[in-house]
């Protein structure tokens, strides 16, 4: 990161401000009481999973209104044959993998990138793409393998991070390309999923593609969708738009996080990433199954930095997923909650995940593990 | 001598004696330890010890240096146990090559702690190992107190009140940046030796049940391993407990728990409810100025563990430390 010293304190003061809390959660009892009837509510973004949770934002709404936690957490989905691929892309000889954070701990069919990691594999975990150009560039003679994973809000990062390597002629850099989209999932969600009534929009997610990409949710499915910030204050912000939309039976894409959301979105990340990405035909989501137009690839012309060309041997093909009672799947489709899976804080926790949404802080069950599990 | 640290220096040959008679014995003098016998002689009552080692990076950071950790670290734990520390025990495992002038930076350091708590080194060891062997330098310190007062997670009861010295998570961020490289304006470790104030604590009597610094876990290891060692419920309230600006604003931005993070001169006190008031009140006057009360020690329970409420009364449980740390990716 840059060496000018960075202020911290106007992040998010404001919009944690007790008093606007409570009056928040007043409004939103009085609206659940004018529309008097049952209301799913489904946040897409993990992260939104977590501020509730952590927030602990649920027990100030009334017991009318369900969260339900979606899919919106890129670990999460992740199937189990391309955790297998990072694992064996990680063994192959003279490589260094790179990837960020949460990947560490996600099991695959039989193992993880930490027990990898503790064999002797060279694995990586920065906090920025942009790090694996210097990765790269310190190991020459190494190949540099960079795991891409994450919805539409990391897909530019990686685009950036192939842009610089190009233009800095890096030709040790590698990328194996997991990043996944939002809509196409929301739709099978609506098609195949439990009832949803509203959707809470994935604030992040939105700063890149803009609003245009929920209109058919509203439009279509006449469901009402409403983008917001990750703050307690964002997220009752968008419950009390939801509740007042449903009480005049409208259904909008209404954007609450203006301040970093605008109505295009990121031209420039947009463009970014349809030079170097274009959809993938389909795409398996772990307990979900496979999502057609659900993900990104890497275009033809960069055949020679596409690990999953270059190295396929290494790249499992698609398998039957392990699941052995765990009941990821249903959650991200909303049929189901964490606290309803049997393993949930016995067999399964986040120092010994059974599946794959006890591993990232955005999963469900890793939320509700580290603050509801009693 | 040479101004690198050699494999010779800890031959057990005459580079060797003269590194513990120019740096060790000269750094940390007294007449225990310059009798250089094979060991120390010492001559008290109940005895509180305890042992740690300290490998830090960076080495010297704001606020502290690994030496002035390496004796408020050891020294702090005899002093949670309510014990006057009085001696000390000091090995340093050294990378061959490591500059010598480092090393007497960091035994200066160390000595000058030292001073402010009035504890002497009373016997030491030095081994050099082959480069790469160790990160540069590990220090271990062995710290003997005096028991004054008898302080137990055992004592712990229903009703008492939790306090905490002061602003939390300062060293786990301050380290946690440098090593990140992130500058952020005002984060600075709270490293600091902390029997002057609990001495004034404990010459007032009052009824301390349980003190433990908060070193590595922080506030969050220490209020879990309390409830699960006592078996009680432990009440937190979240705006109550202290945490700076640059601290809360660096720890927003990586998604870190401050709660986990380490501190290195803060601690926390169980005290009986009747006392909380006159405690915070020498805490106060005693170098601790934002030392707050933020919680309550709550009734006997089967799945023990520590509640913590925000400030619109929402609950939510306050997590043990696990794994590494490692930041949010979306
Ligand atoms: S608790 Fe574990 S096994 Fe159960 S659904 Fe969650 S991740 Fe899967």
Redesign the interface.
Known sequence: MGSQPLTTDKLYSGYRNPDIIRAYSHKIHQAAQDLDRPVNIMEVCGGHTFSIVKYGLDQLVPDSIRFIHGPGCPVCVLPQHRIDASIALASMEDTILVTLGDMIKIPGSRTSLQHARAEGRDVRFVYTPLDAIKIATENPHKKVIYFAIGFETTTPMTALLIEQSRQLKVNNLFFHINHVLVPPAIELILQQGGHIDAFIGPGHVTTITGTGIYEPFALQHHKPVVISGFEPIDVLDAVLKILLQLCDNKAIVENCYSRSAKPEGNLKAQALVSKYFETREDFIWRGIGTIENSAMKLRDEYVEIDAEQQFSRYCPRATQEKTSGCLCGQILMGHAQPKDCALFGKGCTPSSPQGSCMVSNEGACAAYYRYRRY | MADRILLAHGSGGLENQCLIRDIFVAGFENHILSTMDDAAVVNIGTLAVSTDSYTVDPLFFSGGDIGKLAVAGTTNDVSMRGARPLYLTVAFIIEEGFEIDLLKKIVASMASELQTIGVQVITGDTKVVPKGAVDKIIINTTGIGELVCDCAVSHIQTGDQLIVSGPIAEHGACIFAAR??????GLRSDCRSLWPGIESLLNKKLHIHAMRDATRGGLSAVLNEWAEQSHHLIHIVE?QVPIS??V???C????IDPFTLACEGTFVLSVAEQDCQSTLEVLHQAGYPHAALIGTVMEKHA?P?VILQ????????M?YP???I?????
């Open positions: 990140e490289e992130i500058s952020v304006h705006n600006t640059p809360s604003g660096f927003e931005m990586l998604g799945h563990h925000s400030d619109y009364g929402t609950e939510r449980l997590e696990s794994g590494e490692l930041p949010r990716i979306c």
